[in-house]
């Protein structure tokens, strides 16, 4: 008897062997129906998907043999591997190779084998999908074409698991890394905004005046720390709402949003912020409109749009605060006298984290226009901006008039 040499790639064909993590495996109906079609279409009595392991061979699927495993020494599929088309041996009591092996002299006394070889898509030969009779016999062209076209078939199959179980994994650590981000955003939450929230609750009460009798000194150092919670707990706020975008789940809440409605309150509640800055706001509205939006949203991106402009805006001087149809959508837009946007951070104005150069980083987060434009875009609008360096800066969010609630 003669064994069968190993093949030159050995090393590698057995890593790639392992890398398919089927041996041992339970029986499998995919790979059974193909043996099964084996035996039937060709006419043999067993029929095997044979994966070669360094001291075995291993049958995925036996059609017709009780055995689950034989050693490799005595395989004719250790043969088979090494061949570049399907593997025949039609008596093998003929063939000096075979003709005293265990297999061939005893149970289950193979006299003919044919084996096509699974060949991997890199090339490697793991095993054979083979047919074996009792009696010697020969195959035709035919038949050897389907053994080779079902070993193909055979290896599509354990590629297709390769190919699930590294999309089950890429899912796992997808939830894996939502798992992370919500706990990121509960212990924000949790830990951070509502005390902060609550600290404010008192602040505002002391900052408001509610309480007589309180030293000058007190109340500067109460309004200080009033205004650093406000900051702190907005830029907790839009933490949370950049997470929950770069998770898609930015809830949006639809209704009728009333275009100057939007623009006038959301330029009252920052009054007191352009005070500060001794800015004034202009609200012009060209003309009335309704469209269906998220009014808080809406007045997030707004906000923002207008605290930036006032940010920029020269002390004394006016950001003025439109709302009118521009071709056939609602336009909003803000106006300040401000710098201008240097043209080398333009293109990255919308990006996460994006601030100017040599801007006091403390004053935000580089998330408002990030945020905004998420949640323009949730809209199917658009925003943009125009720039002179020096003139100031116009920003405008523009959104369909006509839109299905969604
Ligand atoms: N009206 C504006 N004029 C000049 N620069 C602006 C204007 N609006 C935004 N920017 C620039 O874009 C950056 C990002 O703005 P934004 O995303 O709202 O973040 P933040 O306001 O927290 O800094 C600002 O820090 C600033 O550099
Ligand atoms: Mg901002």
């Not at 069968?4 to 398919?20: C, G, I, Q, S």
């Not at 839009?238 to 330029?267: H, I, N, P, Y």
Request: aromatic share 6%; net charge negative.
């Amino acid at each position: 008897m003669q064994s069968a040499r190993l093949p030159d790639n050995e090393p590698v064909r057995l890593e790639k062997l392992k890398r398919y993590r089927i041996l041992d495996t339970p029986p499998e109906d995919a790979f059974d129906r193909i043996t099964r079609i084996v035996a039937e279409t060709i006419g043999v009595p067993i029929a095997l998907v044979s994966l070669v392991d360094s001291e075995r061979q291993w049958f995925k699927s036996k059609h017709g043999l009780e055995a689950d495993q034989t050693p490799r020494d005595i395989a004719f599929c250790s043969h088979a591997i090494l061949d570049e088309s399907v593997f025949i041996v039609e008596d093998a009591l003929k063939d000096p190779r075979f003709s005293d092996n265990p297999l061939v002299a005893s149970d289950p006394s193979i006299r003919f084998y044919a084996g096509a070889p699974l060949k991997t898509p890199d090339g490697l030969n793991l095993g054979t999908l083979c047919a074996i009779d009792r009696k010697p016999r020969q195959l035709t062209d035919k038949q050897r074409q389907l053994l080779s076209d079902l070993s193909s078939i055979v290896v599509d199959e354990m590629e297709l698991r390769i190919a699930l179980r590294s999309a089950m994994n890429d899912v796992a650590e997808a939830v894996k890394q939502r798992a992370i981000k919500d706990e990121f955003v509960s212990i924000v939450t949790h830990e951070l905004r509502t005390p902060l929230t609550s600290i404010r609750g008192s602040l505002g009460l002391l900052d408001s005046g509610a309480i007589k009798d309180i030293p000058t000194e007190v109340n500067d150092i109460v309004a200080l720390a009033n205004r650093n919670v406000n900051t702190l707990l907005a830029l907790i706020n839009d933490l949370l709402d950049f997470q929950k975008f770069q998770s898609g789940q930015l809830d949006m809440d639809f209704g009728a949003v009333d275009a100057e409605t939007l623009a006038r309150d959301t330029c009252e509640n920052l009054k007191g912020f352009a005070q500060e800055k001794e800015a004034s706001i202009r609200v012009e509205v060209e003309s009335e409109a309704t469209v269906v939006g998220d009014a808080v949203r809406l007045a997030q991106v707004l906000t923002n749009l207008i605290s930036n402009a006032i940010k920029f805006t020269p002390t004394g001087e006016e950001v003025l605060v439109k709302t009118g149809l521009y071709e056939d959508k609602l336009r909003f837009s803000v106006t300040d006298k401000g710098p201008g946007i240097p043209e080398n951070f333009r293109g990255r104005i919308f990006e996460k984290f994006s601030q100017a150069r040599g801007e006091n980083k403390a004053k935000g987060t580089g998330l408002g226009l990030a945020i905004s434009k998420a949640i323009v875009k949730a809209h199917r609008g658009s925003i943009g901006f125009e720039t002179r360096i020096g003139e100031g800066t116009t920003f405008h969010m523009d959104l369909p008039l006509r839109q299905t609630v969604l």
